[in-house]
């Protein structure tokens, strides 16, 4: 069964501060791998997709990166509006089109 | 270009009767999707329907079904509901049957009193 771990739980950033969140996953198959960044009680917003080892994405102050094993999502000079819950969600080869999320990253940006 | 919409917003029903959930997809998607995404639980893959068929479903039981109309919008149905089925559903939407990211709706928060 397809598997996707991501931490930390949260993360406190004071404005400015950057960081990296990571997503693990152990599927078979992967067929690509998605990023998603949801405020709450609203549906999650599209980010980035990757699809291969090696791959990278940006938008603004966020970069997705790709490897055999992990992504991550880098998050440099955050501002409070970055504040969210990101998600890591994965699509493989034996389940068909459906997204298996992980748990999410809750980060807190301060001013 | 209007994102996907969902209806109601809200809904509180009693254990044992039934909610309906209704979804309108991305203009020129054919592909939706339901998840649950319930307190502590995270985002659960529910329904997937392409062209008017189910293609896969995730693991919930046979109270959960739904349905896919001619012009692509789709319909979740919980029949009697327990309280455990509180929870944020979610709809995405997106193009064909292959590979890709998926748009997801604003969600339709059920209570089950």
């Known amino acids: 069964e397809d598997q996707v771990t991501q931490s930390p739980e949260a993360l406190r950033l004071q404005e400015g501060e950057s960081s990296s969140l990571n997503c693990s996953y152990t599927?078979?198959?992967?067929?690509?791998l998605f990023w998603y960044r949801q405020d709450p009680g609203k549906g999650p917003e599209f980010l980035f997709t990757?699809?291969?080892a090696g791959e990278e994405k940006e938008k603004e102050r966020l970069k997705a990166t790709l490897t055999k094993k992990e992504s991550f999502l880098h998050i440099t000079a955050p501002k409070p509006e970055d504040s969210a819950t990101y998600l890591c969600a994965v699509q493989a080869g034996a389940a068909g089109n459906k997204l298996t999320f992980g748990g999410g990253t809750r980060v807190l940006v301060k001013p | 270009e209007a994102g996907v919409t969902q209806s109601p917003t809200h809904l509180i029903k009693t254990r044992g009767q039934q909610a309906t959930l209704r979804c309108s997809p991305i203009?020129?998607?054919?592909?939706v999707y339901w998840y649950q995404q319930a307190l502590g639980l995270g985002l659960q893959f529910l329904l997937w329907?392409?062209?008017?068929?189910e293609r896969n479903r995730g693991n919930f039981p046979p109270r959960f079904s739904g349905r896919q109309f001619p012009n692509y919008s789709s319909e979740l149905n919980v029949n009697a509901l327990e309280l455990e089925d509180s929870a944020l559903y979610l709809c995405a939407s997106s193009w064909g049957s292959g590979l890709g990211e998926q748009y997801f709706g604003p969600g339709t928060r059920l209570t089950v009193t």
């Open positions: 203009s020129g998607h054919t592909s």
């Open positions: 599927v078979s198959g992967l067929r690509g």
């Open positions: 990757l699809y291969s």
């Open positions: 329907y392409d062209e008017g068929e």
